[in-house]
């Protein structure tokens, strides 16, 4: 049976930053928002101006803390550094990055914006800091010459528009490219979950102390249910000979193990109610996970990827990428016609930059579930065992169907739709 169609002070004029709002913030819901890299200059920078304008909503006496990895775009930074000067408590973490003399202009930029406008005194209620070089606030691990950086990008707010306890989990850089504005992200923005808040005001803690711990996720801040969410923060540990093939410490393997492809009654496919599994994912240098998707599909899951092909994205082997693309292209005589597959390349001037998941069905035995798991995090091994990283779940049929949306664009718009059995090329 064939499968049914789903398809930028220093250089401030140089990167032209979108305008900080003065009008009246917007009001604050849990929602999904979504860069479309091909759209308007609104449409790209709808992240950023969604942001500045929950910053914009922070009153005097409130607090936002960042976590991120790099800015070279200075429209928030600036929303942040106005924030502070009327009195809201502000305190940002970046990855060394940042502060590196060999880092371009533009991030040199906004690193003085920052330290300038916020200051590094950790004793005051406003400051900036960065994780140590080679490693990241928490996770410390170098597998060869790749080291763990913080990945991270979130923002919490105490309290803005009149909302107190709102998270907004990203895949974003702070960057007018193809990590940032000129790609396809997502932002969840979360409301109503004290639990989801406070775990990760813990988090930003540990990370400001540089609590360093390579199981983080297990021994340092396991996961959190909150409701119908659930946050889950990296690094992850493996006791494996090999730390990029063992399935068994992986969380999102795990999820891929608890889903059931029949027993849906009114979701997923349009003929017998199959569960569909969607994965966009900018670095896919898990082969595990591939096969694991492979493996689903001919159990009779409907499975489609979006994904980038930049063998470089993970430096710890060139082969990780190549390798898991292959599986996922492989021909098949399932009767379910293989993983439907949609690739961007590196040399594509448009491609994906978010990390997300989406389940349309039976999930750890229970049938007709719409669930979301997105992040910083990529389906790479220095996402799950060195980097500071989070993976935040929901479960809301309104957020999954913005998701599904965002899906559907980024899969038709891929410039690479091969057949089972085709050959990778760029």
Avoid at 61 to 87: C, E, H
Avoid at 309 to 336: C, H, I, N
């Amino acid at each position: 049976m064939r499968k049914f169609v789903v398809v930028s002070m220093m250089v401030a004029a140089a990167l032209v930053p979108a305008k900080v709002s003065a009008a009246t913030p917007l009001a604050v819901t849990t929602e999904a928002v979504f860069t479309k890299p091909t759209g308007t200059e609104a449409e790209q920078r709808a992240i950023v101006n969604r942001v500045i304008s929950l910053i914009d909503g922070a009153a005097a006496g409130s607090r936002i803390r960042v976590a991120l990895f790099y800015a070279d775009d200075n429209a928030i930074p600036t929303a942040l550094v106005a924030a502070r000067n009327r009195g809201v408590s502000v305190q940002a973490i970046f990855d060394h990055r940042m502060a590196d003399t060999g880092e371009s202009a533009a991030i040199k930029a906004v690193w003085a914006q920052l330290v300038s406008g916020l200051g590094t005194d950790r004793s005051a209620s406003s400051w900036v800091m960065t994780c140590p070089a080679g490693r990241g606030c928490v996770g410390t691990l170098r597998i060869g010459t790749v080291a763990a950086i913080n990945h991270n990008k979130f923002f919490l707010f105490s309290n803005t528009s009149g909302t107190s306890n709102v998270v907004v989990q990203s895949s974003a850089n702070l960057h007018n490219g193809r990590d940032g504005t000129k790609g396809y992200n997502n932002a969840l923005i979360m409301t109503g979950h004290t639990a989801l808040f406070s775990a990760y005001e813990g988090y930003f803690g540990d990370m400001a102390a540089l609590r360093a711990d390579n199981n983080y996720y297990d021994t340092g801040r396991p996961p959190v249910t909150d409701g119908n969410a659930k946050i889950h923060f990296f690094p992850r540990a493996t006791t494996a000979a090999s730390q990029y093939r063992d399935p068994t410490e992986d969380t999102m393997y795990t999820v891929l193990d608890h889903i059931d492809c029949f027993g849906n009654t009114s979701t997923g496919t349009t003929d017998n109610h199959r569960t569909i599994i969607r994965v966009n994912q900018h670095a896919f240098t898990r082969p595990y996970l591939a096969e694991k998707l492979v493996e689903l599909d001919a159990a009779g899951c409907y499975v489609e990827v979006v994904q980038n092909y930049a063998p470089d994205d993970d430096s710890s082997s060139v082969s990780l990428a190549e390798e898991s693309l292959r599986d996922l292209l492989a021909r098949t005589g399932s009767a379910y016609n293989g993983v439907l597959v949609r690739y961007y390349c590196d040399s594509d001037p448009v491609w994906t930059h978010s990390k997300y998941l989406l389940v349309e069905g039976k999930y750890y035995g229970v049938a007709d579930r719409r669930i979301v798991w997105t992040g910083s995090a990529n389906f790479s091994t220095n996402s799950l065992r060195q980097s500071d990283e989070t993976v935040l779940q929901l479960e809301d049929s309104t957020v999954f169907g913005q998701y599904l949306a965002d899906f559907r664009a980024a899969r038709d718009s891929a410039p690479h739709q091969p057949a089972n059995g085709a050959a990778i090329t760029c």
